[in-house]
């Protein structure tokens, strides 16, 4: 078995999806490490958990069992537990590849290959589902009564920022972007503003940007460039990963594929941009490509080293640095 993705803490547990010929969830205790319960789902995967007072909400798809495998490798299934003992409260099932999930409200938000679901908190019991879905393995972002995300609409294979109505599913508004093949984009939103990474495609504004939207209107606030507000070359494309909001700051990562980084691009690095302005604060470059959003504790900043784009392989680093 392995650890596929990220632990959720609550109170005084720990919450780890486990991957296995059978998946689940793994409660643990953290001042221990000793194991409260492991829950199985039936499923060869499973999401990283989202809990919150009353539940631990997870995703789960693939092969029931191993001579049906064929067949059922597209079912899919969102489980909600107790989070004291395990049991299960919930199960809702779908002929889809579930991703990572939110929760918000009385709703919980299901990214899948058919498109975004919306099931009831309490009963999983589904309310809509949407022609759009987040990126894959990004969560969609639950602000008030919008849910909005970096994704693709399933119907026509266009990408962009889509925002929807949390009760309906209606589509509020939509900024078409089209984005380098693989590259990932995120996104994170606090009080009436949305920030989006995303890597633009070549010849049109290329490389890493950040940008800014009205959250009710989806108009354009300000776009940072990283080629342009760096002042470095046009970069062909890589990863950046998504923002993450500090106090009057926007974080974000960028790196280069191998390639470029051996060309000389230095835009490799973590990059500070005013809240309100899109103005580069500062930039902290590395030797090390990063891999994972930043976290901030305490007035450091903390990300994971990664492996480059384009296959060149990275050491397990974990970088620090100051938020002044």
Same mark, same amino acid.
């Given at each position: ?62 092969a029931r069992n191993g001579w049906d495998g064929q067949r059922s490798a597209a079912s899919g299934a969102v489980i909600a537990l107790d989070p004291r003992? &395990? ?29 975004? /679901?919306a099931l009831d908190r309490a009963t999983g019991q589904k309310r809509w589902q949407a022609r759009f879905s987040p990126m894959l393995g990004e969560p ?19 990408? &962009? ?24 984009? &995120? ?7 949305? /920030? ?33 507000g760096g002042g470095e070359a046009e970069a062909p494309g890589g990863a950046i990963t998504e923002p993450v909001i500090v106090d009057d700051l926007v ?17 490799? &690095? ?20 990063? %891999? ?13 080293? %990664? ?18």
């Amino acid at each position: 078995a392995e650890f596929s993705d990220s632990p959720a803490l609550a109170g005084d547990a720990l919450f780890a999806p486990v991957q296995a010929p059978v998946a689940g969830i793994l409660a643990l205790l953290i001042e221990t490490g000793e194991p409260l319960w492991y829950a199985p789902f039936g499923f060869t995967s499973v999401t990283a958990p989202v809990v919150d007072g009353e539940r631990v909400y997870t995703a789960g798809w693939g092969a029931r069992n191993g001579w049906d495998g064929q067949r059922s490798a597209a079912s899919g299934a969102v489980i909600a537990l107790d989070p004291r003992t &395990g049991r299960e409260r919930w199960r809702f099932l779908a002929p889809a590849r579930f991703g990572a999930l939110a929760v918000g409200g009385t709703g919980v938000y299901v990214p899948s290959d058919h498109g975004l /679901y919306a099931l009831d908190r309490a009963t999983g019991q589904k309310r809509w589902q949407a022609r759009f879905s987040p990126m894959l393995g990004e969560p969609p972002t639950v602000a008030g009564e919008t849910i909005v995300f970096a994704g693709v609409e399933i119907t026509s294979g266009k990408t &962009g920022i889509f925002a929807l109505d949390a009760a309906s599913g209606a589509l509020r508004w939509r900024v078409d972007l089209p984005a380098v093949t693989g590259a990932r984009a &995120g996104l994170a939103a606090t009080g009436e503003t949305v /920030y989006a990474t995303w890597w633009d495609v070549p010849g049109v504004a290329p490389g890493p940007a950040l940008r800014a939207y009205d959250l009710a209107n989806g108009k354009e606030r300000w776009a940072f460039h990283v080629a342009q507000g760096g002042g470095e070359a046009e970069a062909p494309g890589g990863a950046i990963t998504e923002p993450v909001i500090v106090d009057d700051l926007v974080l974000f990562a960028v790196a280069l594929p191998a390639t470029a980084a051996k060309q000389g691009a230095a835009l490799d &690095g973590l990059y500070a941009v005013d809240l309100a302005t899109g103005e580069l604060r500062w930039r902290a470059a590395s030797d090390a490509p990063i %891999g994972s959003a930043p976290a901030v504790l305490d007035g450091t900043i903390f990300v994971m080293g %990664g492996s480059r784009p384009g296959g060149e392989e990275a050491a397990g680093n974990l970088l620090a640095f100051s938020a002044q």
